[in-house]
T-cell receptor
């Protein structure tokens, strides 16, 4: 079974703090993705990565950065958290090479910025 | 880029009644189509996918979907719903040669009423 884990289910941070969200997958997938999920807006892609040290901006990268130093781990960084970054964050992974491969999702991290 | 429309944000239905959740996408180019389900406080789980071949696709938990190329639709159906089907449902589209990037709809919240 593919397993995608996220470091925290719930997180509360203060405005201006630096926040790290960690994602680990155990299926040797090349592709990894970070989404944010908001009511009425669905899932929006923040960043994705095709390989170690590779990253590509998604639809809403502003205010975020990412790091992929190892194949199994993909980190999302909020350099200076703001209240409008309060959201559910979902990590996903997939095999590379075909757009037909499904994405496997972690359980999500619900982040509240106060 | 694709645009994915889920026409109904909320669908209430009585237990054992049939249900259809609608999904339309914007482009008529070759696409791959997916339906995901998200149970409360969980990540997304694949219900079914259409890659090619038969336009009627069967998935888990008794769900099925029909691909209609001329109407650019991929509606999800179940002939008889259970309380346990209460969840958020997301339609997603990917295109060949785009590196497995998915475009998600805004989601449909299905509530099954006893």
């Amino acid at each position: 079974d593919v397993k995608v884990t996220q470091s925290s289910r719930y997180l509360v941070k203060r405005t201006g703090e630096k926040v790290f969200l960690e994602c680990v997958q155990d299926m040797d997938h090349e592709n990894m993705f970070w989404y944010r999920q908001d009511p009425g807006l669905g899932l929006r892609l923040i960043y994705f990565s095709y390989d170690v040290k590779m990253k590509e901006k998604g639809d809403i990268p502003e205010g975020y950065s990412v790091s992929r130093e190892k194949k199994e781990r993909f980190s999302l960084i909020l350099e200076s958290a703001s209240t409008n970054q309060t959201s559910m964050y979902l990590c996903a992974s997939s095999l590379a090479g075909q757009s037909s491969y499904e994405q496997y999702f972690g359980p999500g991290t619900r982040l509240t910025v106060t | 880029a694709q645009s994915v429309t889920q026409l109904d944000s909320q669908v209430p239905v009585f237990e054992e009644a049939p249900v259809e959740l609608r999904c339309n996408y914007s482009s008529s180019v070759s696409v791959y189509l997916f339906w995901y389900v998200q149970y409360p406080n969980q990540g997304l789980q694949l219900l079914l996918k259409y890659l090619s071949g038969s336009t009627l696709v069967k998935g888990i938990n008794g769900f099925e979907a029909e691909f209609n190329k001329s109407q650019t639709s991929f509606h999800l159906r179940k002939p008889s719903v259970h309380i346990s089907d209460t969840a958020e449902y997301f339609c997603a589209v990917s295109e060949p040669n785009t590196g497995n990037q998915f475009y998600f709809g805004t989601g449909t919240s299905l509530t099954v009423i006893p």
